[in-house]
T-cell receptor
């Protein structure tokens, strides 16, 4: 079975631009979560979606938004990019509510210049 | 409030010697605790998960962790390090059991020949 897939793998944007990151969960997984990993730090929780509903939001500004589609794939959108948004963005899927294991994709490396 | 504290940012051991990576957590509830490993340019991989069933948890690749409620610790150990163990390790708590993970800042393990 395919694991969690993310696209693109790398992205370069300039300040003020908008970016969309995409994630396909493992087949059968209905929950998708997004994490931001800044260089040298542990991942930080951004969003969790389950059955297309937002179940949790981390401490991120409203410039960050996400959605989940009927096929359980997900998009993370970031508007008005700042230099500080440069990070590895990780998507994880799971089978909540009973399974707490998260399976992570390899991430999208976003560089904001 | 910090939920997970990894006490060492870097640990260096010789191949064949024991590994100890330290983690303390803070939680008002009985938490779910995990260790994840991140190899360079690869996604996060689950090493092991603590449930309330047993305080000593065995994971993949010979790793294990012991949950000590009195010390609020969940240290990761391995009897004999292998070169392939060199990676960054994250202690993770799911404080509210909602699949909203809080990551520690990570411990980079270096294994010397």
């Amino acid at each position: 079975d395919a694991g969690v897939t993310q696209s693109p793998t790398h992205l370069i944007k300039t300040r003020g631009q908008h970016v969309t990151l995409r994630c396909s969960p493992i087949s059968g997984h209905k929950s998708v979560s997004w994490y931001q990993q800044v260089l040298g730090q542990g991942p930080q929780f951004i969003f969790q979606y389950y059955e297309k509903e937002e179940r949790g939001r981390g401490n991120f500004p409203d410039r960050f938004s996400a959605r989940q589609f009927p096929n359980y794939s997900s998009e993370l959108n970031v508007n008005a990019l700042l230099l500080g948004d440069s990070a590895l963005y990780l998507c994880a899927s799971s089978k909540p509510p009973e399974d707490e294991k998260l399976f992570f994709g390899s991430g999208t490396q976003l560089s904001v210049l | 409030a910090q939920s997970v504290t990894q006490l060492d940012s870097h640990v260096s051991v010789s191949e064949g010697t024991p590994v100890l990576l330290r983690c303390n957590y803070s939680s008002s509830y009985s938490p779910s605790l995990f260790w994840y490993v991140q190899h360079p340019n690869k996604g996060l991989q689950l090493l092991l998960k603590y449930t309330s069933a047993a305080t000593l948890v065995k994971g993949i690749n010979g790793f294990e962790a012991e949950f000590k409620k009195s010390e609020t610790s969940f240290h990761l150990t391995k009897p004999s390090a292998h070169m392939s163990d060199a990676a960054e390790y994250f202690c993770v708590v799911d404080r509210y059991n909602f699949n909203k993970f809080y990551f520690g800042s990570g411990t980079k393990l270096n294994v010397k020949p």
